[in-house]
């Protein structure tokens, strides 16, 4: 495996092959991130790993300044997973002059749910997803569905510029417990991950509820917010939506749950098709 940092360097070292495959990280890997590699694997002739914390995508009162930065273990985590390039670019190498183009999603997509409480957090994605898609000349780009409208924004993207990339999105991985692997479950001590379970579990009584019957949707998100205040919680949102857009649904529509809620002031999401 080889690690390189500039941008170069990786095309120098991309004229070898015709379809890369890429998995975009921030790094702090998990289990998750390395099913991604996994799967990007027999997508293309070499399977690259970008890890960037793009601070594009951080809100002023974010984590950005103490997000982990593992990039040695990343390392070793990926090399271990059969990825064949590491690229991962300091802030003056991604953003060598202030990044005054942006990329701006249709407010309908990226101003609800996450969007809504994140403002221009989907402005920094689209951005950084546009750049890196570039910097790798990627053919084949692989994402997690933990991150549910990040991939919906991605794969609009890419259709609107007519970019020849194939967007796979790979279900969420999950502990023991039900819980969505995240870096941000780092933040979490024994009885909070413990507690954090809480939040798939609700999902999944919503969704068994829906299953029974549609008609009860709007009192199954009710009670879904209660449950997870009464646990402790503060839900940013928990509600049903399409899958196709994440628009309000319509009867017969196949139906995506997402949720938002922090637990002693660490944010989770999760979501699970119905």
């Known amino acids: 495996m080889q690690i390189v940092h500039t941008l170069s360097d990786l ?9 890369p495959a890429v998995v975009p990280t921030m790094g ?9 590699v996994k799967t990007a694997k027999p997508l293309g002739d070499v399977t690259i790993a970008t890890i960037f914390v793009n601070r594009l995508q951080f809100g002023p009162n974010e984590d950005f300044d103490t997000y982990p930065r593992t990039l040695e273990a990343d390392c070793q985590r990926l090399q271990e997973a059969g ?4 690229f991962a670019p300091a802030e003056k190498d991604l953003y060598p002059v202030p990044q005054t183009f ?5 407010a309908a997509l990226a101003n609800i749910l996450e969007g809504h409480f994140r403002p221009g957090f989907f402005t920094g994605v689209a951005t950084v997803v546009l750049k890196l898609l570039s910097c790798t000349q990627a053919r084949s780009a692989v994402f997690g569905k933990k991150d549910y409208q990040q991939l919906m924004v991605i794969r609009h993207l890419v259709q609107q510029f007519a970019l020849p990339v194939e967007i796979v999105g790979v279900d969420t991985c ?10 941000r479950n780092g933040y979490l001590n024994p009885e909070q991950l413990e507690r954090a379970a809480q939040l798939s579990q609700t999902l999944r009584s919503f969704a068994a509820g829906l299953r029974a019957d549609p008609s009860r949707l709007a009192e ?8 997870l205040t009464q646990a402790g919680w503060k839900p940013d949102y928990i509600t049903a ?4 857009d994440l628009q309000e649904p319509q009867a017969g529509d196949a139906l995506v749950l997402l949720a938002a809620a922090r637990l002693d002031g660490t944010r989770l999401i999760d979501n699970l098709e119905v």
Request: charged fraction near 20%.
């Open 11 to 19: 095309r120098q070292l991309l004229q070898a092959y015709r379809h």
């Open 28 to 36: 702090n890997l998990h289990a998750g991130h390395l099913a991604l």
């Open 83 to 86: 990825c064949d390039i590491v």
């Open 102 to 106: 942006l990329v701006q999603p249709p």
């Open 174 to 183: 999950r502990s023991a417990s039900g819980l969505a692997l995240s870096s």
């Open 220 to 227: 199954l998100e009710r009670q879904a917010l209660d449950t």
């Open 241 to 244: 939506r399409r899958q196709s």
